[in-house]
Nanobody, 124 residues
Framework: QVQLVESGGGLVQAGGSLRLSCAAS????????MGWVRKPPGKEREFVAA????????YYADSVKGRFTISRDIAKNTVYLQMNSLKPEDTAVYYC?????????????????WGQGTQVTVSS
């Protein structure tokens, strides 16, 4: 069982930046894909970004491409989401998620393990 704990959410003005962190409770194996999924108010969950265990493969939703960067520190069992040029439509609860797979999943349902979520609010 892997437990995931997010941190770094908050309130920021449009155009600002935030960095989210996700710490895993134990060392994740090479089979673990790590991702971020968000749930905007009144909407369904949506995939944001994911990264392979090695960090060599990443995938982003079109809505965040060029603004968000996902990375991971294997030694620290931690995944990061650097969010720049934030927009009000980025407002959501952001969840860290993990899946045991060799191919990056781009659907929230692909992920087996979830954190508790952290709120990101972008004001206009």
């Amino acid at each position: 069982q892997v437990q995931l704990v997010e941190s770094g959410g908050g309130l920021v003005q449009a155009g600002g930046s935030l960095r989210l962190s996700c710490a895993a409770s134990k060392r994740t194996s090479s089979m673990f894909i790590m991702g971020w999924v968000r749930k905007p108010p009144g909407k369904e969950r949506e995939f944001v970004a994911a990264i392979s265990w090695s960090g060599r493969s990443t995938y982003y939703a079109d809505s965040v491409k060029g603004r968000f960067t996902i990375s991971r520190d294997i030694a620290k069992n931690t995944v990061y989401l650097q969010m720049n040029s934030l927009k009000p439509e980025d407002t959501a609860v952001y969840y860290c998620a993990a899946e045991v797979a060799t191919v990056i999943g781009i659907h929230p349902g692909d992920y087996n393990y979830w954190g508790q979520g952290t709120q990101v609010t972008v004001s206009s």
